[in-house]
Structure formats: structure tokens, C-alpha cells
């Protein structure tokens, strides 16, 4: 049985948070789904091994496949994409130290989630 692991990674405080899953496309399809009210398009899931999802007034979700063949670059890149939505909408413009520190952050709570 294919599963999904999920994890919450807080950005900046506890305000702000990133949504992390890894794992079956199924499963985390559904989860997304659940989790916005609003149709997404579902191309990410079907052509991709990493997708990142956001709609106002909700935080980003990040989905790596379980089989993408390199983790750790996907999840990097696809945290750089969920870091900009949280400062778009924190109005924040500044994407030095902090921002890079942000989404290493999102990497390590991505290597803890797959040693569990």
C-alpha cells in the first residue's frame, strides 16, 4: 500500500506555514483537493515528480512523488515557489538571507519526514 506522509513546516512564526507531502500521487491529490476549496488544475500531479499549490488565503502546499528522481533538488525548487507566494502575500520584496534560509528550512523538514 502506497502511502503519504505529511508534515507542517512554519515559515518566519507560527503564522505562516508551508504544508509538505510526500509520497503516492493519489493520495495527495486527494489531500489538495480536500484541502482548497477551488478546482486546481490537475496537471501538476499527472506530468510532474514536484508540485507546489497556493490560493489566496491559504498557505502553499508542496507534493514530491515518491518517485521523483531527485528529492532533495525537487523540494528545494518547489520551496522557492512556496516562499514567494508567503512573501506576495506578506508583502515582502526582500529575497536575500532570510528568504534563503526560509527555504532551506522547508529541505530539512523534507530529509526529517523521509527518515520517518
Do not use: C, Q
Not at 512554519?10 to 489538495?32: F, S
Not at 523540494?75 to 516562499?83: D, G, N
Not at 515582502?92 to 523538514?109: K, L, M, P, Q, W
Amino acid at each position: 500500500m502506497k502511502k503519504l506522509k505529511k508534515t507542517t513546516v512554519p515559515i518566519l512564526n507560527d503564522t505562516y506555514y508551508v504544508y509538505l507531502l510526500y509520497g503516492d500521487k493519489n493520495k495527495a491529490e486527494k489531500w489538495v483537493s480536500d484541502y482548497y476549496p477551488f478546482t486546481l488544475d490537475k496537471y501538476p500531479f499527472e506530468n510532474n515528480k514536484g508540485a507546489t499549490f497556493h490560493g489566496d488565503g491559504y498557505h502553499p502546499t508542496i507534493w514530491i512523488s515518491e518517485d521523483a528522481p531527485e528529492p532533495y533538488s525537487t523540494v528545494a525548487h518547489e520551496a522557492v515557489h512556496a516562499i514567494k507566494w508567503i512573501w506576495n502575500d506578506i508583502g515582502e520584496y526582500n529575497h536575500d538571507e532570510v528568504f534563503a534560509h526560509s527555504v532551506g528550512t522547508i529541505v530539512r523538514y523534507f530529509i526529517k519526514l523521509l527518515e520517518k
